[in-house]
């Protein structure tokens, strides 16, 4: 009974986390509620991941690289490497080099949204459409964590559990060797391939690229409109759904705030739907001069557009574009929306954010220039202009590479060395103390908490014991090495709809009890599952490839068409050469 629980409990958590129902943190913790209402574990049991040295580490590096980051030290770097290249071909080559070395030591979604902005940007310099360059830069991030035991969080959650059942946990660079394969395997594979695999979107006007050409259109308010004296914010247009996004005034434009009110003879260059548009033809007063209007007529030398890309600890995230007070808080008017289902331009305001959304915003030069400097999302195209706070950046470099090397060495645990690095990057102001509630992942900690406590679920109520007998069963007439390739393959289908982290936490205990059945070490199955969670490719769900998705107008295709022959390659990579690293 306790087994067919546990398996119908993970299979309802696929399903949810795969549709996005709710959201992870809350199906981890309702999983765990049920898990201990049922008996199957105790509340020590459900509560031991969250208190674990591997959460800590996990904190302390979301704290360390925000502070790299904010400094303007990464910035700088990236900008001086990046910039040296000249060669379409180097470029690639260097961009996912030095992409994958950060993301070695660097939670990768923060190194991708770091470079993604400056990349963009190159490649309009050296005439490559960026969706050349951003899945090349997405999978070196990706591959980059292979290195070392901090590259990701899945590492981490892994070499946690390893040391919660009584296994050896990883050292610090224990993995590099094969890591560096793997991340050699795809820098060159990339480098071979991406002029024919991956596609060449041009980029297009705005209007046109994010299809809000249709509802942009020129109004003119006559004297007798009694449009005359209202607010720009709380017009009757409003009860149309038609938003002012520039006001023409004379020889004068602007993009109207909260005081701005309508004056005889002003025109108007709004946002509507085209059955809207109708209306406002029939109103009194009001002139549509132009059905449909381009780029030029919305921007100018004073008024210009551009991309905003959203960020990991971005204070947007999970809220509306009215809840965060966008407009009042940025000067900036967001036009439209892109993300992974496609672009929406209309009632925008009432969408939540999400991480790599890229959003279309119209603000003054001086408006723009001043917001470049965000920690709420990234320009596209640009490199952020930093203020480049020196002194504070080297420290907290030094800092961490002092906590990498003590941890390393073990003259300290590896919790203490990077929680004491964390406090440190704050207590010199590299990071402002409130950020850090910003800037830490908090589902994602959830997630591995609440899933390291499934695992033990899972083996309390012989759930693994169960299902590794029949994958035996299936497979082990084969060889063990057959049995290690159907869990690794295992994990990557897992992958596709959760976390790497939560897929490998998951496949991990019946993995385990595989390996004890025939003999062979489990150290090795667990490495292989936690190297197979880190190299799936296949579909743009991994945060990286979320962040790279808008900015490079991909589509879900894309991803797979290039995904899947390097994830294969990979996984026979790891399949060969974990046996050599850690013999079965």
Known sequence: MEIALVIGLLILALVLFSTEKFSVDVVTIALLVVLILSNIITPKEAFEGFSSDFMIILASLFV???????????????????????????????????????????????????????????????????SKVLIPVAYASILGGTCTLIGTSTNVAVSGYMNGIGLEPLAFFEILWIGLILFATGLVFMVIFWKRMLPDYRESSFTEEYNIKQYLSEIVISEASNL??????????????????????????????????????????????????????????????????SDDKIQSAKIRLAEVLVTPGSRLLDRTLKEARFRQNFDLVVLAI?????????????????????????????????????????????????????????????????????GSLELVPL???????ALLVVMVGALNAERIYKVMDWKLLILIGGMSAFGTAMQNSGASEFLATNIIHLLGDFGTIYVLSGFVVLVIILTQPMSNAAAALVVLPTAIEAAQMLDADPRSFAIAIMLGASVSLVTPFEPSCILVYGPGKYRFIDFIKIGVP???????????????????
Request: hydrophobic residues 50%; contains cysteine.
């Open 415 to 421: 919790s203490v060395a990077f929680l004491t690095a």
């Open 566 to 584: 390097l994830t294969l390659i990979l996984v026979v990579l790891i399949i060969l050469l974990v046996p050599v690293f850690w013999p079965l």
């Open 228 to 293: 005359v004296g209202q607010s720009a914010f709380r017009t009757d247009l409003a009860q149309w759904d038609v938003r002012i996004i520039k006001i023409v005034r004379g020889k004068n434009e602007f993009i109207p705030n909260r005081f701005s009110r309508i004056e005889a003879n002003d025109i108007l260059i709004v946002e509507c739907k085209a059955d809207d548009l109708i209306k406002i033809k029939e109103s009194s007063g009001l002139q549509v001069l132009a059905d449909t209007i």
């Open 64 to 130: 360390i690289s925000a502070a790299l980051s904010e400094t303007g030290l990464l910035d700088m770097i990236g900008f001086r490497l990046i910039k040296l290249v000249k060669s379409k071909t180097l470029f690639v080559f260097y961009t996912m080099f030095v992409t994958g070395f950060f993301s070695a030591f660097m939670n990768n979604t923060t190194v991708t949204a770091l470079v993604t902005g400056p990349v963009v940007g190159m490649c309009r310099k050296l005439s490559i459409s960026p």
């Open 338 to 406: 892109h993300r992974l289902e496609g672009t929406v331009s209309q009632k925008i305001g009432s969408l939540k954010l999400k991480i790599g959304d890229v959003l279309l915003v119209q603000g003054t030069q001086e408006t723009i220039s001043a917001n470049r400097n965000s920690t709420d999302f990234s320009f596209i195209g640009d490199f952020r202009v930093t203020l480049y706070k020196e002194r504070k950046g080297i420290l907290s470099a030094i800092i961490f590479i002092v906590a990498v090397l003590a």
